[in-house]
């Protein structure tokens, strides 16, 4: 009998994805997954709230990607908000606008809960089971959490920063492409957010969310700072929409990208781990708890 499936929808601040997805007790078999850019850290970042057409917008991006997730069987759904919402003053709006769309209410995540969902994708969709200490990086649009344990243990220490790419770019990233100016201040920028952080020693470190992702075909799985150089130059030396051409990419992730790498390398600079791309986070996180709260 094959395993129910699973959704979560994870309002981001620079996009809301969807995951549908079965766990059959020892992997995770994806049915869908669905992204779409709607950059809501940035509307607040303007707004200082969410205008109603941006809740309005938000909650019929939430409602198709619940129709989406119904219509493959997915009975068990889970809706969370990341960084923007939690600290837009206007949460409780959108969060009972979905409500009534949708029927479901939407979980507004504390950054130690960010951190423990990204743990647990992250850990449990490796290729095979972690044995020893982890580290896990989650450059978000609007935060970034990191968190270090074990896959039998869970998450032992974390820590957030209310940095992402969506802030970084918007706040310094203007030009298409970036200018080395542009790109040095806002380097600058995110080694002050880490410096003299000091997190565990772990003997395995992976690097989570879209930037990460969307890193994997511009630099491969290895982020060393002289990978992640490469990078900067790849994605910054072209007008985004060629960069996305080239490398199959969504033009909005080119814009965003050498904001996270940037964020990546510093956080990398600051407490030594030796990074490479993991697979999973906050959705793959959700899922696997729902399903082990149904077991």
């Known amino acids: 009998m094959n395993p129910a499936p699973l959704a979560c ?21 994806e049915l869908m997954t669905q992204r779409v850019y709607t950059r809501l850290g940035k509307v607040i970042r303007k707004s200082g709230a969410m205008p109603p057409q941006a809740i309005a917008a938000e909650t019929d991006v939430v409602a198709t990607q619940v129709r989406h997730a119904r219509e493959l069987g997915a009975q068990d759904i889970r809706i969370v908000a990341t960084a923007a919402i939690r600290h837009a003053p206007n949460r409780d709006d959108l969060v009972r606008s979905i409500e009534e769309s949708t029927g479901l209410r939407p979980h507004v995540l504390t950054d130690a809960e960010e951190a423990r969902l990204a743990f647990l994708g992250a850990s449990r969709t490796l290729g095979s089971p972690p044995g020893g200490s982890l580290g896990v990086l989650d450059v978000g649009g609007g935060s970034t959490e990191l968190a270090a344990g074990s896959a039998e243990e869970g998450v032992s220490w974390f820590a957030s920063f209310s940095i992402g790419s969506g802030f970084l770019a918007d706040s310094y990233l203007h030009s298409d492409p970036p200018s080395p100016h542009e790109l040095h201040a806002a380097g600058e920028h995110a080694k002050g957010c880490f410096e003299g952080l000091r997190a565990p020693v772990v003997e395995r470190a992976v690097a989570v969310g879209g930037s990460a992702t969307a890193l994997r075909r511009v630099a491969g799985g290895e982020l060393s700072h002289e990978a992640l150089e490469r990078a900067i130059r790849i994605v ?60």
């Open 236 to 295: 910054s030396t072209a007008p985004s929409d060629e960069v996305a051409e080239r490398f199959e990419l969504d033009a909005e992730r080119v814009r965003l990208l050498p904001a996270g790498i940037l964020i990546i390398d510093a956080v990398s600079d600051a407490i030594g781990w030796q990074l490479k791309i993991g697979g999973g986070g906050i959705r793959e996180g959700c899922i696997l708890e729902m399903a082990a709260a149904a077991d």
């Open 9 to 29: 929808v994870d309002i981001g601040s620079n996009t809301t994805r969807l995951l549908v997805a079965a766990w059959d007790g020892s992997r995770l078999r």
